[in-house]
């Protein structure tokens, strides 16, 4: 895990704001921030879990045996002597007399062709975008961590450290963005504790791929 920088870019003091009377005279810095990316472990790179898409699959599957059925019917009714089904003639009426340069036939394929691409969109991607692979200590065995639970992990660590008044986290993928409200100590300091403390609960997640941390810390709003 590497060190947040102590530079200008970690910083940013604001000037003194002066209220009226009756009012509270705000500390010169109001927010502290800082942010870096983690150090990957060497290994090879663990991939994500893949979503089984059984849902798209399930609705795929029965509008093309539905749609297969009927056709089928139909074609066994007309070669058995029967008419064939109105919907099938209007549709080969139709199709039969409209252009290629038609609204409804252009708008039918362009609806069709963003399905095709949704499918071949959803056959590609993994998915399990809320979960997070950690890493593999046996073989054959495969650990994920809910990113929602991760959260929750880095919020109940950053609550504890001094002058920490309430946390907001966001887990990412690959970041990290942690939101502190701070009502006493120096938020240069809460903010370099919350570094560690939140480096060390990172790495005890044991995650494969360890997200990034983006610290901020913020003066509470004081009512005068």
Do not use: C
């Not at 991939?47 to 609705?59: D, M, T, Y």
């Not at 036939?105 to 949704?118: M, R, T």
């Not at 950690?134 to 450290?161: H, S, W």
């Amino acid at each position: 895990m590497t060190e947040p920088h102590d530079g200008d870019d970690s910083t940013r003091p604001l000037p003194t704001v002066e209220r009226p009377a009756g009012g509270v005279l705000e500390m010169d810095q109001s927010a502290s921030g800082s942010s870096y990316e983690p150090v990957h472990p060497p290994g090879g790179r663990t991939r994500r879990f893949w979503s089984g898409r059984r849902i798209p699959a399930a609705v795929v599957a029965l509008i093309l045996l539905g749609g297969a059925g009927l056709l089928l019917y139909d074609v066994a009714a007309v070669r058995a002597g029967h008419p064939a089904m109105q919907w099938r003639r209007s549709a080969a009426d139709d199709l039969a007399t409209r252009h290629l340069d038609d609204v409804w036939v252009l708008a039918g394929s362009a609806l069709a062709a963003a399905l095709g691409l949704w499918l071949l969109l959803l056959a590609l991607t993994p998915g399990l975008r809320a979960l997070l692979p950690m890493n593999r200590r046996r073989p054959g065995v495969r650990a994920g961590l809910d990113r929602t639970a991760a959260a929750l992990v880095l919020r109940d660590r950053a609550v504890q450290v001094a002058g920490v008044q309430s946390v907001r986290v966001r887990m990412g993928r690959r970041r990290a963005k942690v939101r502190a409200f701070s009502h006493f100590r120096e938020l240069d300091d809460v903010r370099a504790d919350l570094d560690g403390v939140l480096g060390d609960a990172v790495g005890e997640l044991d995650l494969a791929r360890p997200p990034g941390l983006s610290v901020h810390v913020r003066r509470t709003a004081k009512k005068g």
